[in-house]
């Protein structure tokens, strides 16, 4: 099937299969006038990668994924390592944006709203903030 349909039928656009192919995620056959020859197995890759991506997975656990995926020998316990770790780094996000989202809120909660030029929001925005310290 040439790129147009196999986008239909991954629900992809032609560029992200573009984009897979450079980056070698899928390594579709080319017939003699160079044009994409997909076969049923590029769809599921597709398909496989549509749907990790869907979750939030980065293009490193795909690759990973797809590999685990077509080793049949692969130990079930290294899937869902790779997806634990996915999973802690989705928890410490969801905290982040939780803490974010409080301090907004407190923020909104002392600004007046009114015809006043005095603004909370804007003070607190105008202080520097302190750096922030990776582990």
Known sequence: MNIGEI???S??????????????LI??????NGYRNFEE??????VFLARARSLGFNIEDCRHLLALFEDKSRASSDV???????????????A???SMR????NL????????????PILNDLAHMAPPIVQP
């Open 80 to 94: 869902k390592k790779l997806a634990l770790s996915h999973l802690e780094r989705i928890d410490q996000k969801l």
């Open 7 to 9: 986008a239909k039928r």
């Open 108 to 119: 909104v909660q002392t600004c007046a709203g009114d015809s006043r030029p005095d603004c």
């Open 27 to 32: 390594q579709p056959k080319r017939d003699a």
């Open 102 to 105: 409080e301090s907004l809120s």
């Open 41 to 46: 197995t590029d769809l599921h890759k597709l």
């Open 11 to 24: 629900n992809l656009p032609t560029k992200t299969i573009r984009y897979y192919e450079e980056i070698s």
């Open 96 to 98: 982040e944006l939780q």
